[in-house]
């Protein structure tokens, strides 16, 4: 997958597979099964922030009913082009389309996007909004912890690891503490993580499934 920026709009130039989506996608697909109840039951999926639709596809072929949500003309221009099982929606996180997608959606995911965002908290707003009662979000974001960061340190690798000369890229860096804490916030229980990627404690990604709390 190439992108680019144009503008303030991240351009994606072709819709091939991301790198992240071959060690997140087993996992992922992991904390789906756990919150199926019913062995014949399809979910409805929704993917947010989901790019030109790759790891939206990759959901679908795994049997689940999914929808992608993405910002970018161009991301969701190749996801419409290539991905005909997934259906897609042009919108920002920050601004769903309620009448599409209130309470619709058994699971929620959100890959390698919260990182990007200002304001993090407002995709969890968003995601409560599209699940069904006592639905599921599912978080990934790159893994930052106390010996992989020292590691980076010391190897002089924090500056290319905290690049801010990268535009569109990471702005907020999450520990397991600071994803529980938001998730606890908002109202989510029943916090589950798990990891991916490299070796243990030097791990790509976190990954995180959590219930929505019941009314």
């Known amino acids: 997958m190439q992108h680019t920026t144009n503008g303030y709009e991240y351009t994606y130039i072709d819709g091939d597979y991301e790198h992240h989506h071959a060690y997140l996608l087993p996992p992922v697909l ?3 099964s756990q919150t199926i109840t019913n062995p014949t039951q399809k979910l409805r999926v929704l993917d947010l922030g989901c790019g ?3 790891f939206s596809q990759q959901i679908a072929q795994a049997g689940h009913d999914v929808v992608g949500v993405e910002n970018s003309t161009s991301g969701i221009m190749l996801a419409r082009q290539n991905i005909p099982e997934c259906k897609f929606i042009e919108a920002s996180i920050y ?3 309620d009448a599409e997608l209130d309470k619709e959606f058994d699971i929620v995911i959100a890959a390698e ?4 965002l200002f304001y993090p908290r407002e995709l969890l707003i968003s995601a409560k909004k599209c699940l069904k009662p006592q639905g599921h979000i ?3 974001t790159p893994f930052h912890g106390y ?8 190897l002089g690798k924090m500056d290319q690891h905290l690049n801010p000369l990268w535009d569109g890229g990471h702005i907020k860096f999450f520990s397991v503490a600071t994803l ?3 998730l606890e916030e908002e109202g989510f ?5 798990k990891f991916a990627g490299r070796v243990p404690y030097f791990w790509k990604s976190v990954l995180c499934s959590a219930a929505l709390e019941k009314n």
């Open 113 to 116: 996007v919260i990182e990007h």
């Open 189 to 193: 229980t029943d916090i589950n993580f």
């Open 52 to 54: 030109s639709g790759r």
């Open 30 to 32: 992991e904390l789906i």
């Open 95 to 97: 601004n769903l389309p």
């Open 138 to 140: 599912i978080l990934t």
């Open 147 to 154: 010996w992989k960061n020292l590691a980076m340190a010391l």
């Open 180 to 182: 529980t804490n938001l």
